[in-house]
């Protein structure tokens, strides 16, 4: 993080400190409705924390914000719970796939974001791009012996695959699209494949498969290079394969829902969410990739990852198929 941003974390907390100090009930410190705003995301604290609690110093802005699984919050905003302001992370296609829930708005600084991390129509803010990757145990396979996404197709590695159930994970489903996309087969019988290959042991959820592979009841797993990366510097016994075949580095996103109750401030986070400190903290502290071209990062350079044309709109329409047929080869259909 700049030094700029350290210093206004280390005011809030001070600031955070003296309130707690100073007494006053619960009604003294509630916010008018026109300084509210509430933000439903998938994001884990660690990722949102310090983000909220920055943009409430800012503006004054106060922010409730509602936690859960991408697929899980949207079908609440689809159905109506609420209220909501702002839908923050999830995969982009999992955010067109609601797309009739949210109001497209351009961010002020949206010229410099990379182009083709840019939205169509404007219907998302980015917020990080993230490439698909493969892990390993070194205890359990030797360098060199994983190398890309046929390797779950291979049935040696039959059961011993960690990868999480695409129907709640949004990270999971990119990475099914993303194999199905790099591989030249028959997209229906490399699906098929590989839930063969999983042998029933689809995870609940995306947070597992870096521990199923680092303490060694699956040798290999796919996630998110963010997740990975993170989870490896903390001690996982994991090593990090870029798959031979290329893969995607999609990006996630803000929305902001229709008919918001507190629009302005909705805006103004969405605005937040793209700025230089904001995109520079995406880089430094969380082991993501800036959406910002002038904001450097020291990840491998996108350019040797053999990134592929991940069509967004094709992946949300064909979102209800997959994960029928998905449902139904793991009930032993199809």
């Known amino acids: 993080m700049s030094g700029r941003p350290r210093a206004l974390l280390a005011a809030l907390l001070a600031a955070l400190l003296l309130s707690a100090c100073g007494g006053g009930g619960e009604t003294d410190l509630a916010p008018p409705e026109e300084a509210r705003l509430t933000v439903y995301t998938s994001h884990k604290e660690e990722v949102y924390g310090p983000i909220v609690k920055e943009f409430q110093a800012r503006t004054g802005i106060w922010v409730q914000v509602v936690t859960g699984g991408t697929n899980e919050l949207l079908e609440r905003i689809a159905a109506g719970e609420g209220p909501c302001d702002v839908m923050f992370g999830g995969g982009v296609e999992s955010l067109m796939t609601y797309a009739d829930c949210f109001e497209p708005y351009a961010c002020s600084g949206a010229g410099a974001v990379k182009p083709w991390l840019q939205p169509e129509g404007d219907l998302w803010t980015p917020f990080s791009s993230l490439p698909v990757v493969l892990i390993y145990n070194p205890r359990l396979v030797s360098p060199g012996e994983v190398q890309g996404w046929a390797d779950l197709l291979d049935t040696r590695w039959r059961g011993r695959i960690a990868f999480a ?3 709640v994970s949004g990270s999971s489903y990119t990475a099914a699209v993303t194999m199905l ?13 590989l839930v063969e290959n999983l042998d029933g042991g689809v995870l609940a959820d995306s947070g597992d498969v870096v521990e199923a592979v680092s303490v060694g009841s699956c040798a290999l797993g796919v996630t998110l290079e963010e997740t990975a990366l993170k989870r490896q510097a ?99 259909g199809l």
């Open 165 to 167: 159930d695409p129907a």
């Open 181 to 193: 996309t790099c591989l030249p087969g028959d997209d229906w019988e490399e699906l098929a494949q």
């Open 234 to 332: 903390a001690g996982a016994h994991i090593a990090i394969v870029y798959p031979a075949e290329g893969t995607s580095n999609l990006p996630d996103a803000a929305a902001l829902v229709s008919g918001a109750p507190h629009r302005e401030n909705a805006l103004a986070f969405l605005e937040f969410t793209q700025s230089a400190d904001v995109q520079s903290l995406v880089a430094s502290d969380f082991a993501r990739r800036s959406v910002r071209s002038d904001i450097p990062d020291d990840l491998p350079p996108e350019d040797s990852l053999r990134l592929i044309d991940y069509d967004i709109a094709a992946a949300a329409a064909l979102k209800e198929e997959l994960l029928e047929r998905w449902a139904a080869l793991e009930e032993g």
